[in-house]
């Protein structure tokens, strides 16, 4: 055998390394000869996109298992991303993001390239890192190859927009996709993220109408039935319950989760009431009784209640409605979810229905004691309890100083009697309160609550139980400790941030500094000195602590003129401040006239008198009543603001607007070229000329800076409140408000 065929298989072995040498040294990153190009599509997908995408999958499914609806409000299309809520699944979305970006470090060539940055920005969208979502979307959009890719990437920008409250870039990003040829994946996507947009927006009836468009393109599912549900309460929201029934029925055909079969069965339930459908509302109450008696509802009767609830007050069967909310949140139990807004709807009927203000305001403060404060219902909620907090400060005023009044005019002997019947009562009611709480005690020591009688008071208004059973008490007191300190641990001395010197201070027997504890003292050891001297100043504090008590009633009440002056004044400005509340924001004018005709009658010279003869006119007018109250006032007071709005002012024509707005700046001119003096001579002639046209308010207001500059601090505070008293109804008078503010704190400062 030659030698040629004696090394045949080395030769072989060696040409064999020399192709794969020659094949991997020419598998760059960014070599465009197919062999590389398929080496890095083959390395990209299987060692790095697939195993990001999957882990994005599986994250994304996770969160949306187990996420936490809140089915007493309008459910989101799109989960809203929360770094909080995604912290469980962060370090999958941290290795996916790591995989990822292996691509565009060495697979530059690669097909895959835009796919990876599409997992990186949906990864950090899901963080909630939305500006470098934003850019990474963008980036794709900008140098990606793919059109399905790239509008993909626009999709995610769209909801990396809308996340972030740009509505106006995400709706320039949707009516740019509006116009281009998508797939069925991104035309879904589109569709849901645009429903989306529009449901964070307001606009419930456009985002309604794009989920019917889209439900075609879905497969049934949990997810599918969801969106089914929230069509319902879209369209139930925009007013049309025979659409929003449709979708309700619609949700049992998707295979539901048992919770959206359920609320989509009650949702169904309220649409009926809307409907007017006297039948269905009929087996209404044969289904009602049906859930109630199903053992699966057991930890859900609150929200049946809660529908029974919502269907008699619809009926305009308002006790009937408050029952059926009482009897919901005494079925919630611990789970405290619905209670919030079943308070809210108990608060609703008695300030819409019975108009009764004070218990309105005890429901809407326990319902915002425990709804999130992210709840779309927070805010106006929040804006009505301060009206009615403001409405029960008048009132109590009013009542407070007027019981006092009477109380100074009274029989000294008569007085002192009643002050002691008042005060007997009083330790009458503290001793039964000190008698439930050791009941309460005694039977918890023994694990039995039920035998005390009222211990829980479930079938009390929420703010007369006793505290430790008041839920909406328990929450407001937890919220204002985590304010005030913070999480703080169960320990001694967690107020004190030295703990070694609150230490130092403690008594000689007490076991921080090594002393008997507590259980080692002889509960019958003999009195000391000093402790019996305690225990006999005890015996003697009841009859100080009653003397203290009368005296600080005695304090209270306004004896002298001075007093009695000063407590009028309330009285007055509490009336005024009620009436104009009336009026305006409780929109209620048959109660502002009573009130303000009590403030004319018993303060026949308050300052407020053209003002409140003006709001008397407008309010019998609203009513459509005649009254005297606008021929009073253009009698009495011809010259205010108040008398021109209420219409007697001479017709203004175009020239009297044109002579005004030249003489006002002729006097602006005279202002900035600082001859302050003559401006206001000038200002305090034309006034009266200016009324009826335009620019009154404004040269009113010129001329109070010109006070200011010419006249000092006090004549400056004195104008501006004539400013507010004769312009109320401005739209400078925000800013003026601002100057009176201003000029108050330079007086504080100056005192």
């Known amino acids: 055998m030659s030698r040629y065929f004696r090394n045949r298989p080395l030769l072989v072995l060696l040409t064999v390394l020399a192709l794969l040498t020659g094949g991997l040294v020419s598998c760059s990153q960014y070599s465009t000869k197919p062999i590389s190009k398929g080496y890095h599509n083959l390395t990209a997908h299987f ?13 994304e499914l996770i969160l949306f298992k187990t ?35 292996l691509i565009p470090e060495r697979h530059q060539n690669s097909k895959w390239l835009d796919n990876a940055y599409i997992l990186i920005g949906r990864a950090r969208l899901l963080k909630q890192d939305l500006p470098n979502a934003i850019d990474v979307f963008k980036y794709v959009n900008t140098k990606g190859t793919s059109e399905d890719d790239k509008h993909e990437a ?24 509006r116009t281009q040829p998508l797939n069925k994946a991104n035309t879904r996507d589109f569709y849901i993220t645009k429903a989306y947009i529009h449901e964070r927006k307001g ?12 439900f075609p393109a879905l497969k049934k599912g949990e997810s599918t039935a969801r969106l089914h549900l929230i069509a319902g309460q879209l369209y139930d929201l925009t007013g049309q319950p025979a659409k929003a029934i449709a979708h309700y029925e619609k949700v049992q055909k998707s295979q539901p989760t048992y919770d959206l079969s359920f609320y989509a069965n009650l949702y169904a339930i309220q649409s009926n009431g809307l409907t007017g459908d006297q039948k269905r ?12 008696n199903d053992r699966k509802n057991a930890d859900l009767k609150d929200k049946i209640y809660f529908t029974m609830g919502l269907l008699e007050a619809r009926n305009g069967r308002i006790d009937k409605a408050i029952n059926f909310y009482r ?16 308070y809210q709807e108990i608060g609703k009927l008695y300030f ?14 326990s319902a915002l004691a425990l709804m999130p404060q992210q709840s779309p219902d927070y805010a106006a909620l929040m804006n009505r309890k301060k009206t009615l907090d403001e409405f029960v400060q008048y009132q109590t005023t009013i009542r407070t100083e007027d019981s006092l009044l009477n109380l100074a005019q009274m029989n000294p002997t008569a007085l002192d009697k009643l002050l002691d019947n008042v005060i007997t009562q009083k330790e009458k009611e503290d001793q039964a309160q000190a008698a439930l709480a050791q009941q309460i005690v005694e039977r918890a020591s023994n694990g039995n609550f039920n035998a005390v009688p009222g211990a829980t008071n479930s079938n009390l208004q929420p703010n007369e139980r006793w505290v430790l059973y008041n839920p909406v008490a328990l929450s407001q007191g937890r919220q204002e400790f985590s304010v005030r300190w913070g999480n703080r641990p169960i320990e001694d001395n967690w107020r004190r941030s030295n703990k070694e010197a609150s230490e130092a201070i403690a008594g000689v027997n007490s076991p921080l500094n090594g002393g008997t504890s507590a259980n080692d003292v002889s509960p019958n050891a003999p009195l000391q000195q000093q402790d019996a001297a305690n225990a006999t ?7 100080t602590g009653r003397k203290a008590q009368k005296d600080a009633f005695y304090a209270k009440i306004p004896f002298t003129k001075e007093a009695q002056a000063q407590a009028n004044q309330r009285v007055e400005n509490a009336l005024y401040k009620l009436g104009k509340l009336y009026k305006f924001q409780l929109n209620q004018p048959a109660d502002a006239i009573p009130t303000f005709e009590q403030l004319l009658t018993r303060y026949p010279n308050t300052l407020q008198k053209p003002e409140v003869y003006y709001l008397l006119h407008l309010s019998n007018e609203q009513l459509g009543k005649t009254s005297s109250w606008k021929d009073k006032l253009l009698a009495e007071y011809p010259n205010t603001s108040y008398a021109r709005l209420a219409g007697k002012t001479v017709t203004q024509s175009g020239d009297s607007e044109a002579k005004a707005l030249v003489t006002y700046n002729q006097i602006y001119e005279l202002y900035q070229a600082n001859n302050v003096t003559e401006a206001l001579a000038r200002a305090d002639n034309s006034l009266s000329s200016f009324a009826g046209t335009q620019l009154e308010d404004k040269l009113a207001l010129l001329r109070v800076i010109l006070v200011g500059r010419v006249q000092g601090v006090d004549a400056y505070r004195q104008s501006i409140n004539e400013f507010i008293r004769d312009y109320p109804a401005s739209p400078l008078l925000p800013r003026v408000k601002a100057m009176q503010d201003a000029a108050n704190r330079i007086t504080a400062n100056r005192k």
């Open 327 to 342: 009897q919901s949140i005494q079925a919630a139990g611990a789970n405290t979810t619905q209670i919030p807004y079943t």
């Open 352 to 365: 819409e229905k019975k108009a009764d203000y004070s218990k309105a305001k005890v429901y809407y403060d």
């Open 67 to 101: 996420r936490q609806e809140n089915y007493s409000q309008l459910l989101p299309i799109l989960l809203p991303v929360d770094s909080m809520l995604s912290m469980p699944v962060k370090p999958q979305l941290d290795d996916a993001i790591k995989k990822a970006s």
């Open 537 to 543: 100043a005890s015996v003697n504090a009841a009859t």
């Open 154 to 177: 626009l999709v995610g920008l769209m909801r990396a927009y809308t996340e972030a409250s740009d509505y106006a870039n995400a709706l320039n990003v949707a009516e740019y996709l």
């Open 203 to 214: 606009e419930y009836a456009v985002a309604a109408g794009i989920l019917d468009a889209t």
């Open 281 to 292: 509302l009929a087996q209404s109450t044969e289904t009602f009784e049906s859930m109630l």
């Open 47 to 59: 060692n790095a996109y697939v195993i990001a995408r999957d882990e994005i999958k599986e994250a």
